[in-house]
């Protein structure tokens, strides 16, 4: 592996060598080739539908995060009264009572890090849908980052399913899940869906030499 | 340009970055050393010795701790007199009681059956190469299923939300944590240093080997 190569300098990809990368197994194959010999996998080069899947997950995620937000989370019945949290509610209340990190940890994985996630998707897919030409690392890191703590939101559809599991004392004290539970954890697979859906690849598209005549030395060393 | 039987053998030797698609010459690092791709850091090969027989003790430790945790005392509350007590399988299926039946199912299967699946298909695909034969049939496909699961796998997740719940409920109640809670603790552990020695590639090629040397 070339360790000194610079960013700067072209690197070639399995795509210009006319080859076929298996995102999976990291194999390559003639282009064209159906499946991967080695894990099974389907070869796509680069996946043109996979955009308008990035985009399809992104507004069903977002379409889900809405009610998520507007309806409880879960409701509690102290003596007969019942009362319902919504999540920035429900992170309010344990802020005032004193937990502020646990409130800050809900705020952050159930609002920060989705709507965020929501903003850095469109951002990462217009970004390869206008081939932006610069800025191919940071976006890589924000794809990782994206991709990484993304399904950390899920931890406010467990926090619910622990405490109604959990805090049931007869008449005294009991909690429910509110309709927002369902909403939001669909919310978070559609949006790992999305993100899931992007095909990093053509971040580094742009890159590409556009003059495909002009002799490539990089390519003899692989093939000759 | 040499011929195409040349083009062939000389792919085996290829390795196209999996996040940006560069292609280059895989060379084995030194044990516990990295290959990174110099154009987006995607970390290629991690090769560390006896990965293979590693990963399947973890996973067969992670299936242990898991079916384990299922039948113990996870969590209880007491308050004024009054008391309750919940299993790990009560808390993954407490939607349920409230017509979320659908999101009931999903919990299950993030918490429990996505990392017993997990495990059981890692040792399944690598079992018969820790004790050098040949793969059994269906290996690869049963890793990268393993793989594909990987992100669905959220046990870590939810010992955290569990830590979150504690807090809301400590205001109000008494909590004793049971067993399974530390159990799952021991889970996530374990699963973190899985993830360390699971090197792709090296499992891919060993894969591959394994089936040709003795095929
Ligand atoms: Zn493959
Ligand atoms: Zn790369």
Redesign the pocket.
């Known amino acids: 592996m070339d360790e000194h190569s610079a960013v700067s300098e072209h690197v070639v990809t399995a795509k210009e060598a006319g080859l076929v990368s298996c995102t999976h197994c990291a194999r390559v194959w003639p282009i064209g080739t159906a499946a991967c010999a080695r894990c099974g996998a389907r070869l796509v080069s680069r996946d043109e539908k996979s955009m308008s899947r990035v985009w399809a997950w992104w507004f069903v995620g977002l379409l889900c995060y809405i009610p998520a937000n507007v309806f409880p989370m879960l409701q509690t019945t102290f003596l007969a009264r019942t009362s319902g949290d919504t999540i920035v509610g429900g992170a309010i209340v344990l802020m005032m009572h004193g937990a502020i990190p646990v409130g800050l940890v809900i705020l952050l994985a159930s609002v920060v890090i989705p709507i965020a996630k929501f903003i850095a998707v469109a951002y990462l897919a217009l970004s390869v849908q206008f081939r932006l030409p610069s800025d191919q690392l940071r976006r890589m890191k924000l794809y990782e980052l994206v991709e990484f703590i993304g399904r950390w939101s899920m931890i406010d559809v467990f926090v619910v399913a622990v405490l109604t599991a959990l805090v049931q004392l007869s008449v005294v004290v009991s909690i429910q899940p509110g309709s927002a539970a369902v909403a939001f954890a669909l919310a978070v697979v559609f949006t790992m869906l999305a993100a899931r859906s992007f095909d990093s690849r053509m971040i580094w598209d742009s890159l590409e030499t556009p003059a495909e005549a002009e002799p490539d030395d990089s390519r003899k060393d692989f093939l000759s | 340009m040499s011929s195409m039987q040349n083009i062939q053998a000389d792919l085996e030797q290829l390795i196209a ?1 999996p ?2 698609d ?1 292609l280059y010459r895989a060379a084995l690092p030194e044990n516990g050393e990295r290959a990174v ?1 110099p ?2 850091h ?1 970390v290629l090969i991690a090769p560390v010795d006896g990965a293979v027989i590693r990963v399947v003790a973890f996973a067969v430790a992670i299936l242990i701790l898991l079916v384990s945790a299922m039948f113990m005392p996870f969590l209880s509350i007491e308050a004024g007199g009054l008391s309750h007590s919940t299993s790990i399988a009560d808390a993954a299926l407490s939607f349920s009681e409230y017509h979320m039946l659908g999101l009931s199912i999903g919990v299950v299967a993030l918490i429990i059956f996505v990392p017993i699946a997990r495990a059981i298909l890692v040792i399944f695909a690598l079992f018969p190469l820790m004790l050098d034969k040949k793969p059994w049939r269906g290996a690869r496909t049963a890793f990268r299923l393993s793989e594909e699961l990987r992100p669905w796998s959220m046990a870590e997740i939810f010992v955290l939300g569990v830590g979150v719940a504690l807090v809301k409920v400590a205001a109000m109640a008494h909590v004793e944590l049971g067993m399974a809670f530390w159990l799952f603790v021991a889970l996530v552990l374990v699963t973190v240093f899985q993830d360390g020695f699971l090197c792709r590639w090296s499992i891919w090629s060993a894969l591959e080997q394994g089936d040709r040397q003795n095929g």
Do not use: L, N, S
């Open positions: 970055c996040a940006c560069a791709c154009r987006c995607t």
